[in-house]
């Protein structure tokens, strides 16, 4: 029931709102100079008594104290609930799109917050669209958390209702280059939303043998045929692995080598499932055999007609199905490496994320990726979580001459800075593509070693 306010309570209000309307307007951009203000008593769903929302308008459109629906794409920046630290007004529907560029993310930080606090936040909250999922906040809870994206855009937005006004939120935002070994890719299932593809820049030599590596998932098991990559020319695979009616198919040259002997060895159907699979496939022109490596096993395939052949250089390969014959795996790709040269089973053994593919590596500079397509995640293989606790180590394999087993050479770099005490202690100095979560200390040192191992 709407209450009418006398003579006295209604100059009192006039009082208030002429200041509280001269006050706000400092922060608004106003579009006319016609604004009008509607004084309302209604009642209060907290004291049960009056309280006057503070409505106004300016030629139909709601006066607040800032523009709320911006779109930011600078590197870094700050943006507030309208008219904080003051009482956010009633009535608002605000909306926060950040954009990063392809191979960023967003993390955004709660400096302060405080929004009317209800049961599963249903009068005044803010929303947090990640790209995956949508989390919703109200009351105090989300003060001093950050908050990161899992693709390059977020979506921020904050809505209030009719009465009960709080302080508000400070947000601050930064823009982060996130390493290629922090994302998964979804393969497209169609053409139209894009190709996973290897970039332009990369050159792919002859190849009379070589060493494949990644990791897949499988998302849908109804679809029985598909390929997981395929490097071709002009409309000819040469290198290709997926599944036929006949099974699990490494194709060189037009040549399919079944793996399934190596793959099943469990009985399964599949070997890609719902969690990353990692598979490495080891051909070499000189031999009758395709070996396999998994995590628990390295297996050998017969596949003599394979033998004598080579790959064409300077092709195109694409993650998924670049030709309508067959589907794309429906699934995610990840740390897709490839070496010219054989590998035995003893280097794959001791094979670890910090060694590049001296062909193909998993780096942002050498693949063409549509922004949806990734997907930054703490939990795959080569995040490294001790990152900020170790050296830097990159490696490369090279191979060695006829008869002489490969050689793995690390290039690391540490950091040596004085502790309070005086003494050296060891830190990792860590890509700067990543946020660091102990800051460098003054007066450090740089130490750089080159190890050349025989493996």
């Known amino acids: 029931m709407v209450k009418s306010a006398g003579p006295k309570e209604r100059r009192l209000l006039e009082r208030r709102y002429e200041w509280r309307l001269q006050h706000q307007m400092q922060g608004t951009a106003l579009i006319s100079s016609a604004v009008s203000c509607t004084l309302r008593v209604v009642p209060s769903r907290h004291t049960g008594g009056t309280r006057v929302p503070h409505v106004c308008h300016t030629d139909g459109l709601l006066l607040g104290c800032a523009n709320c629906k911006l779109e930011l794409t600078a590197p870094s920046g700050s943006f507030n ?38 049961q599963n936040c249903m009068y005044d909250s803010l929303s947090i669209n990640n790209g995956e999922t949508i989390s919703r906040f109200c009351g105090i809870t989300a003060k001093g958390l950050s908050f990161n994206s899992t693709r390059d855009v977020m ?76 490097y071709h020319t002009s409309n000819k695979d040469h290198l290709s692995f997926g599944k036929e009616a006949y099974g699990h198919v490494f194709t060189v040259s037009d040549i399919p080598c079944i793996l399934d002997p190596a793959l099943l060895l469990d009985g399964s159907k599949d070997f890609f499932t719902e969690s990353f699979q990692q598979l490495c496939v080891i051909w070499n022109s000189s031999s009758d055999y395709v070996f396999v490596s998994t995590k628990n096993s390295y297996q050998a395939v017969s596949c003599p007609d394979a033998k004598d052949l080579s790959i064409p250089g300077n092709g195109n390969l694409t993650l998924g199905s670049y030709s ?34 001296n062909v193909i590596n998993w780096e942002n500079d050498l693949w063409n990726i549509p922004s949806w397509a990734r997907k930054a995640e703490s939990n795959l293989s080569c995040v490294g979580h001790d990152l900020a606790r170790r050296p830097i180590q990159s490696c490369h394999i090279t191979r060695a001459a006829d008869n002489q087993p490969p050689m793995k050479r690390c290039h690391i770099t540490s950091m040596l800075s004085r502790n309070q005490s005086g003494g050296n202690e060891g830190t990792a100095k860590v890509s700067p593509e990543v946020p660091h979560p102990y800051p460098p200390r003054q007066q450090e040192k740089k130490l750089s070693l080159d190890v050349v191992e025989t493996l």
């Open 81 to 118: 609930s309208p008219c904080y630290p003051e009482m956010y007004p009633n009535s608002q529907d605000c909306r926060w799109i950040i954009r990063a560029p392809i191979g960023f993310i967003i993390q955004v930080t709660f400096v302060d917050f405080e929004v009317e606090e209800a």
């Open 324 to 357: 309508s014959g067959i589907e794309p795996l429906h699934g995610d790709i990840y740390n897709f490496r490839l070496w010219d040269f054989a590998m035995d089973s003893g280097t794959l053994a001791n094979l670890s994320c910090e060694v590049k593919g």
């Open 155 to 230: 979506i921020i937005t904050f809505v209030s209702d009719f009465s009960i006004q709080k302080k508000g939120f400070s947000i601050t935002y930064n823009i982060v280059a996130v390493s290629l070994q922090n994302q998964k890719v979804t393969i497209p299932q169609n053409q139209s939303s894009g190709l996973v593809s290897l970039s332009s820049k990369v050159s792919v030599p002859l190849l009379k043998q070589l060493t494949i590596c990644f990791e897949a998932t499988k998302t849908n098991n109804s679809i029985e045929n598909w390929k997981a990559f395929s």
